[in-house]
C-alpha cells in the first residue's frame, strides 16, 4: 500500500509534465504552419520586385520561426521529465506514454536539421537582400548625383542667356507677379546674376551637393550595414544552437531509451 501510495504523486506529476509539454509543441507546430502557409502576392509587380518581395517574405518568415524555436524545446523539456519521472517511479510505460517518447525524438531529430538548415536559409537570404538594399542605395545616389549635374547645367545655360534674364526682369517690372512667387523670382535673378559673375560659385554649390549626397550615401551603406551584420549574427546564432540544442535532446533521449533497455539485463 505505501509504495501505491508513494508512486501516485509521481505518476501525476509525470502526467502534468507531458501534458504541458504536448500542448507546447502542438501550438507551436500549428504557429509554424500558419507562418509557412504563403501570403498573397500581388500581381502587378515585375520579376525583380517578385524576387526581392521573396527575399523579405524569407528573412521574415525564418527569423519568426528561429524567434520562436525555444517554444518547442521547452515543451520537449516537459516531455521527457515526465518520461524520466515515469522511469524512477518504476511505473510501466503504456498507452500515450509509449507512443509520446518515441514521437519526440523523432521530432527532437527533424527539428535540430530543420534549424540547422534555417541557418543557412536565414542567413543566405539576408546576406541577398542586403546585397540589393546596397544596390538601390547606390543606384538612388547616382540617380541624384545625374539630376544634380543636369539642374546645374541648365542653371549655368540660364545665366548665361540674356534673353531669359530679360524676360525675367520683364515679369518682375510688370507688377503682374506679387507675393510669394515673386520674392522666389527675385531669389533666383539673384542667384543668376551671382552664378554669370562668378562661375566658380556654381561649381562649388555642385560640389557641396555631391559631398551631402556621397555622405548620406555612405551613411545609410554603414547603416544597413550594421543591421545586416547584427541581424544574421543574432539569427545565425540563435538557429544554429537551437538546432544543437534538439539534436542533442534527441541524443539523451536515445541514450536513455537503450541504458534502460540495458539495465534490466545486468
Same mark, same amino acid.
Given at each position: ?48 520586385? $517578385? ?13 519568426? #520561426? ?8 521547452? *515543451? $520537449? ?7 524520466? =519521472? ?7 510505460? &503504456?498507452?500515450?506514454?509509449? +507512443? ?6 523523432? #521530432? ?20 541577398? $537582400? ?6 538601390? +542605395? ?16 541648365? @542653371? !549655368? ?19 503682374? =507677379? ?17 552664378? &554669370?559673375?562668378?562661375?566658380? !560659385? ?10 551631402? =549626397? ?15 551584420? &547584427? ?8 538557429? !544554429?544552437?537551437? *538546432? ?8 539523451? *533521449? @536515445?541514450?536513455? $531509451?537503450?541504458? *534502460?533497455? &540495458?539495465?534490466?539485463?545486468?
Amino acid at each position: 500500500m505505501k509504495a501505491t501510495s508513494s508512486r501516485q504523486p509521481s505518476s501525476v506529476a509525470a502526467g502534468i509534465f507531458q501534458l504541458v509539454g504536448t500542448i507546447m509543441i502542438v501550438s507551436s507546430l500549428i504557429d509554424y504552419a500558419v507562418l509557412l502557409f504563403p501570403p498573397v502576392t500581388p500581381a502587378n509587380l515585375n520579376p525583380e520586385q $517578385l524576387q526581392l518581395l521573396g527575399l523579405q517574405q524569407t528573412v521574415s518568415v525564418t527569423t519568426q #520561426l528561429i524567434d520562436r524555436g525555444i517554444i518547442p524545446m521547452v *515543451g $520537449l523539456a516537459f516531455l521527457f521529465a515526465g518520461f524520466w =519521472i515515469d522511469s524512477n517511479s518504476g511505473a510501466t510505460k &503504456k498507452g500515450l506514454s509509449a +507512443i509520446l517518447q518515441p514521437a519526440s525524438l523523432a #521530432l527532437s531529430v527533424i527539428l535540430g536539421i530543420a534549424f540547422l538548415a534555417l541557418t543557412f536559409v536565414n542567413v543566405n537570404s539576408q546576406r541577398l $537582400l542586403n546585397q540589393r538594399t546596397v544596390e538601390q +542605395i547606390s543606384t538612388r545616389s547616382q540617380q541624384a548625383e545625374t539630376q544634380l549635374k543636369d539642374r546645374s547645367q541648365q @542653371v !549655368a545655360a540660364l545665366a548665361n542667356d540674356p534673353q531669359r534674364l530679360s524676360e525675367l526682369d520683364q515679369a518682375l517690372g510688370s507688377g503682374r =507677379i506679387q507675393g510669394q512667387q515673386r520674392e522666389q523670382l527675385q531669389a533666383i535673378k539673384q542667384q543668376l546674376e551671382q552664378f &554669370k559673375q562668378d562661375p566658380k !560659385a556654381l561649381d562649388q554649390r555642385v560640389k557641396d551637393a555631391q559631398t551631402q =549626397i556621397r555622405s548620406e550615401r555612405d551613411q545609410t551603406l554603414k547603416q544597413s550595414r550594421q543591421e545586416y551584420i &547584427k541581424s544574421s549574427v543574432r539569427s545565425g546564432v540563435s538557429s !544554429a544552437l537551437l *538546432g544543437i540544442g534538439y539534436l542533442g535532446i534527441a541524443w539523451s *533521449g @536515445v541514450s536513455g $531509451l537503450v541504458g *534502460g533497455v &540495458k539495465a534490466p539485463r545486468r
